[in-house]
């Protein structure tokens, strides 16, 4: 019986001649997220779904891991088309291993053995065709991170644009200038996760935050409608030191960038601590016209509210 690897290795195109460089001997190096992996013959990246086959790089191509329609608030996206449905598409593999992912069935397979989300086969036209009978306005990248899938989003976002769809990553924005100027002409919001500003946190996530910094810069200054997220984690990234620093940051790009502040809730493997109360002390920033409460899940209800200060 195939393992969930054989199925993938076949589902590949060559990756874009920009996303990635020779380095001899059979090695490689991928642009599509800030690793910047240098890969050689045989292996794959960090992410595990990009990988060098006698010197050439193959990335993931033809499916999909899951869709789903919903309001675009849930993204979220509190600022682009409100009240619009939002068409969700994802497929496997992250570039970092976060203990608290909601979305570990998808973004953590290849790396953890009980992450199995069968791939299902699909063209960017069937996907842009259900999408619209769907009533969507916006189609966005999602579930798992999209900079590592790049190729395949913009294929689909070819098609939706030539169908008058918006279009989105939901991403940690662990990115390059290569692969932002690669998905530039074909997308038009981008929502970042920025889940700490201290890079020792980055450094258990997986990643450094150096490049997503970057990455939040240069999204801004290409013209994307941005908005940013945080996931308050008790313990984790929620000192008043930290949070300082991070709103901070954020004006400095501009104040009137969306700041989603979202609740945390044991999932994956982190379990404790506490879930996060309703926000109220966190949520001063130093200037930021935007900032939002985000949502509180639980098994019941999901909870949002919306605050602005000034």
Sequence with gaps: MPTLRDILDQRVREA?????EDLGNQRVRCFSCGHCCPIPEGQAGVCKVRFNRGGTLYVPWGYTA???????????FFHAYPGALAYSFGMLGCDL?????????????????????????????ALVRDALDQGAKVLVSTYNEPLITSEWAVAIFKEAKAAGLVTGFVSNGNGTPQVLDFIRPWIDLYKVDLKSFDDRHYHELGGRIGPILDSIRRIYSMG???????????????????????????VSVSPDIPWH???FHGDYKMNEPRDTTPIERQAKPRGDRRPQDGKLRSRHAIQRRQRYVE
């Design 97 to 125: 291993h976060c203990a608290y992912c909601q979305n570990w069935v998808t973004s953590q397979a290849l790396r953890d053995p009980e992450a199995v989300s069968p791939p299902v086969t699909v063209s960017p036209e």
């Design 16 to 20: 874009d001649s920009s996303l990635y």
């Design 224 to 250: 994307l409608w941005l908005e940013i997220v945080t996931l308050l984690i008790p313990g984790f990234n929620d000192s008043e030191d930290e949070l300082r620093k991070l709103t901070e940051f954020v």
């Design 66 to 76: 899951g869709m789903q329609c919903d309001p675009i608030e849930k993204k979220p």
């Design 261 to 263: 502040v979202t609740a």
